[in-house]
């Protein structure tokens, strides 16, 4: 069975995702602003954010995930329970993901998968890699069509 790496702390990670059968994830304006709050309340506690676009049908974020020491607990907010049993990145990946479709399809009164698959992710190996990784992410929209000049995008 192939198992995708775990994220592991002081280390930096390139994150991503697409729609379901490359559908849109992000409907209108008012999605991606809920969608960076979410991670804001969900992932911000766990990882130092450097840099990330949101596409309309796909996301890239590129993050720093912070040491277990560093992660301010009374930072995280649930509304299920006070404090989480569990300190792991990986299920605040999964809380977020899945709390962000949940209600995307109650608004938009759809079913199913908003996403592909569980998230992808990538170690960033080299300050080389890092580099390339960064212009790669902030030109997405250029690459894609969204926009014709990056700083158009916004």
Not at 38 to 66: E, G, M
Not at 82 to 109: E, M, T
Not at 113 to 129: A, C, D, G, Q, W
Request: aromatic share 18%; hydrophobic share 35%; with cysteine.
């Amino acid at each position: 069975m192939n198992h995708k790496p775990l994220l592991e702390a002081g280390k930096y990670d390139h994150i991503y995702n697409r729609g379901n059968n490359g559908q849109n994830i992000f409907f209108d304006t008012e999605n991606y602003t809920f969608f960076l709050n979410r991670y804001d309340q969900y992932i911000s506690p766990f990882c130092d954010t450097v840099a990330w676009v949101l596409l309309r049908n796909h996301f890239h974020i590129l993050i720093y995930v912070k040491p277990l020491e560093e992660i301010d607990i009374e930072k995280l907010e649930y509304t299920a329970t006070k404090i989480p049993k569990r300190i792991d990145v990986h299920l605040q990946f999964g809380h977020f993901f899945n709390s962000y479709a949940k209600a995307i399809n109650k608004r938009y009164k759809r079913t199913g998968s908003l996403f592909e698959k569980n998230f992808e992710r990538k170690e960033v190996p080299t300050i080389s890699y890092f580099k390339k990784l960064i212009h790669y992410i902030h030109l997405n929209p250029v690459k894609h069509g969204f926009t014709e000049h990056i700083w158009d995008y916004p």
